[in-house]
DNA sequence: CACAACAATGACATATTTGTCAGTATTTGT
DNA sequence: ACAAATACTGACAAATATGTCATTGTTGTG
């Protein structure tokens, strides 16, 4: 199903994202402080989340996007 | 400013969505009766696409999405 | 255990995407 | 130019992402 492949790629890019953010030390709220953006529910793959909220926190962790994915 | 930078890559997404699309001929209609995704407005970047969206598109049309990023 | 820092979750408000459909504009082929 | 196909746009509803704040759960350290 169509869902549930979204569920896989969602979880995915949560723990890509979590990853990113502890590699650079930051808490939830730090990186909330730097981006503007609120990871808490990204992180646990509760949204289906924007290509330019997904863009802002890459351009972040000096990541493109295509990096991104390419190692998901 | 991140407003400018987001409709760079919307404007991106939205030339290479289209490129895809043609590729195989098909039209927007023909796109939706495939996928059940509405293209018009992305075409237009008028819309901030999801990832879910974008995968599902990039499924049908067989490339990854750091296929799609690479070359945007 | 107790405390502190952090993460996860729920509730609510706001903004935006997407579906849907109708109408208009544009393109394409003859 | 004409007709048909296709694309674009606007409006509305529904679903959902995100902001915001409060509360609860978790983890690590003394």
Redesign the pocket.
Known sequence: MAQVRDEILLQKIALKLKAL??KKGL???QLYNET???I?????A?????IS?LSKLCDYFDISLSEFFKKL
């Open positions: 953010r502890e808490s939830q709220e503007d953006v609120h808490a529910r990204i992180e646990t509760k949204n289906n989340i924007r909220t």
